[in-house]
């Protein structure tokens, strides 16, 4: 019997639960090349685009509820309305490919396996607002993505997808690619808009929000990859197959990234809604022999998660309504042999280095829960730190200028609520009580398997 | 006794960098109009323009920052701010090859921490460092969307995945043996001041570079795959609940495997009651 009959028994079918779109052609020959997208109904989305007006297709896709799934789930449609219309200001778009929340990689191999998807979406987000220039700001990082997306733009102006009057509707856009320097920070709007004037990637005071006063202080919409690349699918198929997935307030598919000690990390396409406990029995589970400990539903910026969690509706209200945020769909998986005290001091530690400086909570704060984290991971902590982590996460969450500094703190609050016991141990016992060597990716591999990895050259 | 032609320090302020040679300035220039012309505000060229003149000098120079400041109209401060602000400007001489170690939670748990120690030993050097022979620069990186290959190494910005501390002293070994190295995911390695033009939006001119390791990489197509109804997994393990044993003596908290610091600072005497600098002052002493 295979795995997929065997599963199927419960109901619970890999075809029944996941939903290919954009990643449905990953696995031809060259998914990147304009004359695969075209075989998979490329570019057939931005044809039903432009024969509708600007205003028709901004309602279209706010009707979709398509909802932003670089994290905070602002509904798309309605970010392109309030783009204001007839003032005379150039309007722009900026694509955020900034992919660095920790835990997060679905933007990264989307694009690396299917630009044009973001490039048609691109067309059709800057018909409906009216944007004559748009713009990928994709982080410096990942060269391999880069070229990809140079070739992308550059097969698309070539035939006629870019550029002047574009498949002769009167619409001229250019699409410049941008590559970012190395800062976690730029994934926020705004310090990414500076960062794109040629700044320091600070975030700025809102209002004047980005629909307003965004790049070179002109009405600007910022989408995430996944979001725009989303949208020729709703337009081809239609927004009621759209809404046939996911749940009324969170409707659609979106890409799932399973990672850590599981025995299938990747990307899984599923509608809204999926659990994790659906993704990890169709993929095979935890690696053998172990069992979840911890996993964050979307980035190590939302609120971890236990095996409570594991029927936790992945969507929106889900993921909210038990405590955390959907963020990214970054699914990653820590076993019981992952100190949460050594994951909590690490993710501190990035943000305490990707804190940009600029309000001094964030900056302080960090600072500081690395220093005591570091004590209490190093077996030189006392009990009263514990609160006084809890009390330094308080004064940087909700305190600070952006997102980066509620990310941090998230960490804190949810490994302490679910796991203070385990700080307790480090403190009480003056040293850690897990050995990291276990918790690699080679401990359980025998001397023959651990000669076959290693996948380079 | 000070030697003849040694620099002292006299507070004075520091000269202007020299210029370019005429003939790199010129090539340069024509590089960077044609940046500058993509942006509606030429200020937006700024990073692109970073990421040139590294790829001139495999850093970014005193040089590097009057240049850009010159053609942009920007003040050399204003230019400094920004070159200082990203991790990805090199602000001394490094090596044709960067090797990125992930050590961000998910790739050091995965083993990124393990790598990294087992190449410092292998390279004998540090955190931010260079090879004798200036061949390889080593540093840990932060998460780079790859956390499904984990554990990850970046070699000049190409994705390595699913490495082993025996797989990244091959790749190093390699590199610094002058073999081929092909990546997981990306293209064959040019160096880094070739990496450094791409990133300054000058598309690879090498043939085959956007095709290389071809459309996915496998944990890409996992989802796809079950999808399909290909078998991909083995038996379902997400089970049993309860606690984990706990009662394990307390593990050698060896800074080499273990400790989350490999960079920044750990002690202050405000920290540590046992730093001989004694605990900081109470406040309003």
């Known amino acids: 019997m295979t795995l997929a009959a065997e599963i199927d028994r419960d109901g619970t079918s890999p075809e029944k639960l996941l939903s290919p779109v954009l990643s449905a052609f990953w696995d031809e020959p060259e998914p990147w090349t304009l004359e695969t997208y075209r075989r998979h109904d490329g570019y057939e989305g931005l044809r039903k685009a432009l024969a509708m007006s600007p205003d028709d297709l901004i309602a279209y896709v706010k009707d979709s509820g398509l909802r932003g799934r670089g994290g905070a789930g602002f509904p798309t449609g309605m970010k392109w309305q309030f783009i204001p219309q007839g003032d005379g200001k150039p309007h722009y778009l900026v694509v955020n490919a900034d992919e660095s929340e920790p835990g997060t990689c679905k933007d990264i191999p989307l694009l690396f396996a299917n630009p044009h998807s973001l490039i048609e979406g691109i067309v059709i987000a800057c018909y409906a607002i009216r944007s004559s220039h748009a713009f990928i700001y994709l982080r410096g990082e990942v060269v391999p993505v880069l070229r990809r997306l140079h070739e992308a733009v550059r097969e698309a102006y070539e035939a006629g997808y870019l550029g002047a009057n574009i498949l002769g509707s009167g619409l001229d ?76 307030k969170s409707p659609g598919f979106t890409l799932y990234s399973l990672s850590g000690h599981v025995a299938g990390p990747g990307q899984y396409e599923a509608p809204l809604g999926i659990t994790l406990r659906q993704l990890l029995d169709m993929s095979g589970g935890m690696r053998a022999g172990h069992r979840l400990k911890f996993w964050t539903p979307g980035g190590s910026s939302t609120p971890m998660f236990t095996d409570e969690h ?66 209490i991971e190093a077996g030189k902590g006392e009990m009263a730190d514990l609160d006084k982590l809890n009390d330094i996460a308080d004064n940087i969450n909700g305190k600070s200028f952006c997102a980066l500094g509620d990310g941090a703190a998230s960490p804190i609050f949810s490994s302490l609520k679910y796991f203070r016991e385990e700080y307790e141990q480090h403190v009480t016992g003056k040293g850690c009580p897990f050995d990291p060597a276990r918790s690699t990716l080679w401990a359980d591999d025998t001397d023959d398997t651990n000669a076959h990895r290693g996948v380079n050259a | 006794m000070t030697a003849p032609n040694q620099e002292v320090s006299l507070g004075m302020p520091q000269l202007p960098a020299p210029a370019y040679p005429a003939e790199v300035r010129a090539r340069l220039e024509a590089d960077a109009k044609e940046v500058i012309a993509r942006y509606p505000g030429s200020r937006s060229a700024l990073l692109p323009l970073l990421h040139l003149v590294q790829s001139e000098e495999g850093y970014v120079s005193r040089t590097g920052m009057a240049f850009c400041a010159e053609l942009l109209g920007l003040t050399t401060a204003e230019v400094t701010a920004v070159a200082t602000f990203y991790t990805m400007y090199r602000r001394r001489p490094s090596g044709d090859y960067q090797v990125g170690v992930c050590t961000n939670t998910l790739c050091a748990v995965m083993g990124g921490d393990a790598i990294f120690d087992r190449l410092k030993d292998h390279l004998g050097v540090g955190n931010d460092e260079t090879t004798e022979d200036g061949k390889v620069t080593l540093e840990h990186i932060e998460c780079n969307a790859a956390c499904d290959f984990a554990p990850v190494v970046m070699v000049n910005w190409e994705f390595f995945d699913n490495q082993t501390p025996e797989s990244a002293t091959r790749l190093v070994d390699d590199l610094i043996a002058g073999r081929t190295v092909e990546p997981t995911r990306g293209a064959p390695l040019c160096t880094y001041k070739e990496t450094a033009r791409i990133l300054a939006g000058f598309p690879d001119p090498r043939p085959g570079a956007v095709e290389a390791t071809g459309g996915a990489g496998a944990a890409s197509l996992i989802g796809l795959k079950l999808a399909k109804g290909e078998a991909v997994g083995q038996a379902r393990v997400v089970g049993p609940r309860g606690a984990a044993p706990r009662d394990t003596p307390p593990h050698d908290p060896s800074p080499t495997e273990h400790l989350s610091s490999h960079d920044a600072p750990q002690q202050t005497s405000a920290s540590d009651p046992a730093n001989p600098a004694g605990p900081a002052a109470e406040e309003g002493e």
Request: aromatic residues 8%; hydrophobic residues 35%; negative net charge.
């Open chain 1, 173 to 248: 856009l250019e699409l410049t690619v941008h590559a970012g320097a190395g800062a976690y920070i730029c994934g926020e709007e705004t310090a990414l808009l500076d960062s794109l004037e040629g700044r320091r990637g600070q975030p700025r005071l809102r209002p004047p929000f980005p629909a307003v006063a965004g790049l070179y202080a002109c009405p600007t919409v910022v989408n995430n990859v996944e979001s725009i690349a989303s949208v020729p699918a709703i337009l081809n198929r239609g927004k009621d197959w759209f809404k046939s997935m996911g749940s009324e």
């Open chain 1, 310 to 375: 594991l029927d936790v509706p992945l969507d929106y209200e889900g993921v909210g309504a038990a405590g955390s945020m959907l963020g990214t769909k970054a699914l990653q998986c820590f076993d019981e042999t992952t100190c949460v005290v050594r994951a909590v001091t690490r993710w501190t530690e990035f943000y305490a280095h990707e804190s940009c400086g600029k309000c001094t909570p964030c900056r302080e704060g960090t600072y500081w829960l690395v220093q005591l984290l570091r004590d």
